[in-house]
């Protein structure tokens, strides 16, 4: 590029002195907001800012994709290890020493908006009446009535879930699962054009709604080492905190992982373990772990080059993806965030606002940080710990008879012949759970289904039964209904079909 006036020489410096003067605009216009806030909320903010100022001056400084293609390699043999091999080792008499040294961390900052839910994701029902939140609950105070330990809940939420999150809490008192929460950042949305904040006051109300976003669960280690939980937690003996999403229903505490993360000799001791498990066809997005410069890494479809794309995405060369079940010593995390050396690379994120203005915001991924701790490691584990619930097809799995559940934890039933999760396609008309909800008088039998696809109008009686391949499509204007007790095995369905009462 060259810049009328500016010889070619001086372009590193003019590029340099760009830099540091959109740098000095922004700390500017951060200050400007900061005068507008009172008390506890500008000291909030105040921190806020600072670590915000961190991630906008790397950005700064970035350019072009964060990898260079021909240093990256095959993670190296010893560097992934298979669950089965973890599994084999065999469990102390005691589980409860290393159950007391754990912390379930939960992500708990995203809306239900995707399905068309108002609130936090995690207060959506998802299987007898029981919420998400409901099941983690669950699934923790049975370890700690089990085994008689003091596994506590932590709760990342967002300036978007921690009100409703906290009033909902109450209702968990008299549960044996002591429940901590602390809150990501909030950090401001920048015009894409200027590269300055949109937000004209601290405030969220009015205009102010959409101007500030949480920065990515990369922002943990920061939002949880700020808010002094962390410290707490190492000062009542905790080691180790168990990272995964809320709405990830296959993330339960799984001891045979933990007892290889406490048994590790001293000097060998492993920092961090990500969960990674056998990509298919539907996970051709998910990061995957690389060798790079000699250190595991993980790789986002975000940061490979346009060139190489498809080649991110073959199943061939790239054979895991990451299911960000992780699992993190606290100490490092401690020691990291001390030395400020944490480093994840930047995700820029575009995208408009409801008055058509364009902004970008700067997130982080909480996986990205795996090349920062000592002797990082990846486990291979099996499918049914990946178990996500991010639309309403995934919930009418989770709702149907392929799992049961068991102290809030969701099994493949083994009535099912085949381990694999049938392929479920709703159309528009079931993106909303209420919508969903009213076009199933009750949920159909699953166990012998391989693929499900349904789109326009169709609502299903009581007591179906769906076998193999079924596709059921109402054209625009037509109407399906299914009756009740019907068995449809490797069917196509399409047309008209009314039922009405008389």
Known sequence: VRVKGVPNGGMAQFQEEMRQQLETSMHAELEKLLDTATGVDK???K?????????????????????????????????????????????????????????????????????????????????????????????????????????????????????DTKKILQKYTHHRVKIHTFNQSRYPRINKESLLPVATDIG?????????????????????????LLDQLITEGKEYIFVSNIDNL????????????VSQPNGKRCEFIMEVTDKTRADVKGGTLIQYDNKLRLLE???????????????????????????????????????????????????????GQN???????????????????GINVPRSRFLPVKTVSDLLLVMSNLYSLEAGSLTMSQKREFPTTPHVKLGSSFTKVQEYQTRFESIPDMLELDH???????????????????????????????????????????????????
């Open 250 to 261: 296959g993330a339960t505490v799984d001891l045979n992982i933990l007892h290889h993360l």
């Open 47 to 163: 921190k806020d800012f600072d670590g915000f100022k961190k991630l906008f001056h790397r950005f700064l400084q970035v350019k072009g994709p964060s990898v260079d293609w021909p240093k990256i390699h095959r993670p190296p043999e010893d560097s992934i290890q298979p669950y089965d091999k973890i599994a084999a080792l065999p469990l102390p008499d005691s589980l409860a020493d290393s159950l007391n040294k754990l912390v379930v961390v939960k992500l708990n900052g995203g809306l239900g908006t995707s399905m068309g839910c108002k609130g936090p994701k995690s207060l959506i029902s998802v299987r007898n009446e029981n919420t998400f939140l409901d099941l983690t609950v669950q699934q923790i105070e049975h370890l700690n009535k089990k085994y008689n330990t003091d596994v506590p809940l932590v709760l990342m939420n967002s300036f978007n879930t921690d009100e």
């Open 359 to 377: 902004v970008i915001q700067l997130e982080t991924a909480v996986g990205a940080a795996i090349k920062s701790f000592d002797n990082a490691l």
């Open 204 to 228: 969220m109300m009015g205009e102010n709604a959409d101007v500030w976003y949480p920065p990515g669960h990369g922002d943990i280690y920061a939002s949880f080492y700020n808010s002094g």
């Open 43 to 45: 000291e909030v903010s």
């Open 301 to 355: 479809i975000a940061q490979v080059p346009k060139a190489h794309v498809d080649e991110f995405k073959s199943v061939t060369k790239f054979k895991i993806f990451n299911t960000n079940n992780l699992w993190i010593s606290l100490g490092a995390i401690k020691r990291l965030q001390e030395q400020n050396a944490m480093d994840m690379e930047i995700i820029v994120n575009p995208k408009t606002l409801d008055g």
């Open 452 to 502: 499900l696809t349904v789109s326009g109008d169709v609502t299903f009686g009581k007591q179906v039964s769906l076998k193999g391949t079924v596709i059921i499509i109402a054209n625009h204007g037509d109407r399906i209904d299914i009756p009740a007790g019907t068995i449809l095995e490797n069917k196509i369905v399409s047309g008209n079909l009314r039922i009405l009462d008389h």
